[in-house]
């Protein structure tokens, strides 16, 4: 039996970083100066009255320029009002989050304890509260998850598969106001990590809020009048309604972001105020976050790289790509903004992707060749696509995890993925393509030309630059490659029918895993994976649709991601995702190209404390969320 403890920023092993350390006494806290009048009339209590007893401390700041200072507003450019889900993404403020270095501390939880992987008790911090002042409790999750989940008006289909083990859901007890525990039959390696998503999986509501919007608590006339602007409906459409934890675009909604919205939508300007209840402070005792007010300002996502340039945002990092560097460069000289360029997570900028499940018959199985795999990936050259569509500041890889992460080994980016066109002849050659026709292509087992027809879907040059570049290349080789965009829908379509023979794609998400990450995208476990749709859905189906895996080389890949599912240790779980990179590499299931690629992020000439150099990715890492923007500050 083992067992692993987690508090507020410490943990056995070493696991933690001191980002949000707690002290042995929490410093003298500091009120701050946007709130001051607002406590002095009586309208909130004294900071110490709002901040929990033992408030998450952040003695960390990435940026190296902390700890800063209280006030101001900077404004941020959005390109409709869907983005204001960017705030809780940007706010990271979850039960359990990911730090700068990949590793998963406790945030909003003061502690969590693990038992034999199957039982998880969390505790809260003790006099937390929501942005409106209400108590954040045990009741919260006691809510969410019989009056939500369990609901079946709410959740028809009940909790989210997170939440089960083999179909079944955990025991859940409420140990105290502070103190919640759920535990399964067998492990669930997949609760804790869910937790630290860019998109987590809530455990939790403002029960105080939403039971005026329930039917087991008000009636239902009296949600109708409750509801924004008396709404009509019934009461399941309406709680959905104001239930937006993840969308933020309900201002009545309690939060325990860093800033609440102020702006109901529709709008073209939304402002979020600050937290008066946020439970992070400084080493000094100063309430964060330190912005008083960050605003949404909705423009088109053509604009936003011209506007950034222009010094009309004082934090810019959606809507901009690596195209527009050169230009944000030079507009920097009179704006005075500063451009940082960090580096983008994805397994690869652009992969391509062997239809296993293809419907032709020839090309399927031309597809499950390892050698003509191997083949088509050693016969790119990637050093010639970084110093033609990247002046050489991406770096030449497979489509695999990247070196910040602790699973990482340099032969899982280098294997099969050096430029060498006489071994990829030789391999074509065993694979059967030995005869070509009077334009020098291959040629198919049944006669027809060796010519891949890669289905796209992007609005992005480099791709379709990159396409180019390895068309030429591969011509070099006997292949002849044809590119094909497709609407998004339409490219969906053909992959998951088997229409496709070969699609190009972003490269793996899961670019910096950790031991507790799950390696489901590794495996053919889901219909999005596009070298393996059929395959995919046949697991997502529980069998009813798609076909199962016949492939035993890639089929292994289940049973290593069966050992990591129940592992109770870290070195099983380290060798199962050995043994499941280790396959990706050899088996060549996928073709990457580059990675690494730069991100431009815009910053405004007062604000402070944006690491110079970062980590860009939507998960994990939720853009700059992983460097707490409420640690970031203004000068005046």
């Known amino acids: 039996m083992k067992r692993r403890v987690f508090t507020a920023g410490m943990a056995l092993g070493a696991l933690l970083r001191p980002s949000f350390l707690r002290a042995a006494t929490p410093p003298a806290l500091q009120e701050t100066p946007w709130l001051a009048d607002r406590v002095k009339s009586g309208a909130l209590p004294d ?53 700068d270095k990949f590793k998963l501390q406790t ?30 409790t045990t ?45 399964w039959d067998k492990p669930n390696p997949y609760f804790i990590a869910s937790q630290a998503r860019a998109a987590p ?51 009545d909604l309690p939060t325990l972001n860093p800033w609440m919205q102020t702006t109901a939508p529709p709008a073209q300007r ?6 008066p209840y946020y439970y992070r402070v400084d080493e000094k005792g100063c309430q964060l976050p330190y912005f008083d007010r960050v605003v949404f300002t909705v423009v088109a996502a053509n604009l936003v790289p011209a506007k950034a340039g222009l010094g009309e945002s004082d934090l810019q990092c959606r809507y901009l790509n690596m195209r527009d560097y050169t230009f944000l460069r030079k507009s920097s000289k009179t704006s005075n ?31 499950r060749d390892i050698r003509f795999r191997r083949a088509l990936s050693v016969g790119i050259d990637r050093d010639e696509l970084n110093e033609v569509i990247y002046t050489g500041l991406a770096t030449p890889s497979n489509n695999t995890i990247m070196s910040q992460s602790t699973l990482f080994k340099p032969e899982y980016a280098t294997k099969w993925a050096t430029y060498d066109a006489k071994l990829a002849n030789k391999l074509l050659d065993q694979a059967g393509l030995t005869k070509r026709n009077d334009e020098g292509v291959r040629l198919l087992s049944d ?47 053909r992959a998951f029918s088997g229409d496709a023979i070969m699609t190009a794609y972003a490269g793996v998400v899961t670019a910096v895993p950790s031991l507790e990450t799950s390696p489901r995208e590794f495996c053919p476990t889901m219909q999005g994976g596009l070298q393996w749709p059929r395959w995919g859905m046949f697991i997502e189906s529980k069998g009813k649709q798609g076909e199962k895996c016949d492939v035993q080389d890639v089929c292994v890949l289940l049973d290593y991601l069966r050992e990591w599912e129940t592992a109770t240790d870290d070195a ?57 923007p409420d640690t970031f500050w203004l000068t005046s």
């Open 47 to 99: 900071v110490a009255k709002r901040v929990p007893q033992q408030p998450s401390i952040v003695t960390y700041f990435p940026g190296g320029q902390g700890p800063g200072r209280p006030g101001g507003e900077v404004n941020m450019l959005i390109s409709s009002a869907r983005d204001t889900r960017l705030m809780t993404v940007y706010s990271n403020a979850r039960l359990i989050v990911y730090d």
């Open 107 to 136: 945030d909003i939880l003061d502690s969590y304890d693990v038992k034999d992987g199957r039982q998880f008790t969390l505790k809260l911090r003790a006099g937390h509260r929501w942005s409106d002042g209400q108590p954040f």
């Open 139 to 183: 009741e919260d999750f006691r809510y969410f998850w019989e009056d939500m989940a369990n609901n079946k008006d709410l959740s028809p289909s009940g909790p989210s598969v997170e939440l089960l083990v083999d179909g079944q859901p955990p025991k859940v007890e409420i140990r105290d106001a502070v103190t919640i525990r759920y535990t």
């Open 201 to 251: 999986l809530w455990l939790f509501r403002p029960s105080h809020y939403l039971k005026k919007f329930h039917i087991k608590y008000t009636p239902a006339d009296e949600i109708a009048k409750a509801a924004r602007g008396g709404q009509g409906g019934n009461w399941v459409q309406i709680h959905r309604s104001v239930d937006t934890m993840y969308y933020d675009s309900n201002p």
């Open 270 to 275: 939304f402002v979020y105020d600050r937290n």
């Open 337 to 367: 903004v500063e451009v940082l360029l960090w580096e983008q997570g994805s397994g690869s900028q652009l992969a391509l992707y062997p239809n296993l499940n293809a419907k032709d018959d020839v090309w399927r199985a031309l597809n």
């Open 447 to 493: 006669g027809r030309a060796a010519t891949i027809v890669v289905e796209y879907s992007s609005e992005i040059s480099e791709d379709t630059d990159m396409l180019s570049l390895i068309a030429d290349q591969w011509k070099k080789i006997g292949i002849k490659l044809l590119s094909k965009p497709q609407s998004l829908n339409n490219f969906r379509m």
């Open 572 to 628: 099983t779980r380290r060798k199962a995702w050995d043994q499941i990179l280790q396959t990706n590499m050899e088996q060549v299931l996928s073709i990457g190209t580059l990675n690494g690629i730069g991100q431009p992020i815009v910053v405004g000439p007062k604000v402070r404390n944006v690491p110079k150099k970062g980590y860009y990715a939507w998960d994990p890492g939720g853009y700059i969320g992983l460097y707490k």
